[in-house]
């Protein structure tokens, strides 16, 4: 957004030294003009780009004015006995309403308790049990050899022959 402006006014300069150097000396513009035009955009984007650092400051300034922080003070309940720190502050009447467990730890931990109760042969047959293979890889037709193997020698025949 910073720099549109000044490359639409660049492209339009550089239009103007072409047309002028056409005009008058039927020829391209010098390249000393090209490289000054170029110069210039470059400066002239530099400058923009510092422009907006310099007010960076004031746009915080001014972001941060919309905001409205209010803190509770140190004395109050929820500062003096969080309710989820690690002192055990739940305070009084209130209860933790943390998991222990995770649900999908429970569900690991009672197949493990049914493997142990499972019986020597469904052991076995629940480690043989078999294991559907990977699809096969899919396979791009490939091109024929023949249609891009280079001709054999130089022809001076038309083209396509």
Known sequence: MLTTRRKEYHASHMQRIHERASYYYNARPHPSEIAAA???????????????????????????????????????????????????????????????????VEREMNRERERRSMGRRERDRERERPVAPPPPPLRVPSRPATAFAPGTGYSYGPPGY
């Open 38 to 104: 170029e110069a210039e955009l470059k400066r002239g984007i530099d400058d923009d780009w510092k422009a907006s650092v310099q007010r960076y400051p004031e746009v915080l300034e001014y972001f941060y004015g919309l905001v409205d922080l209010n803190l509770p003070g140190d004395d109050e309940t929820c500062v003096r006995d969080p309710p989820l720190s690690a002192l055990g502050g739940v305070g009084s009447g209130r209860e933790r309403k943390v998991r222990l467990r995770e649900p999908v």
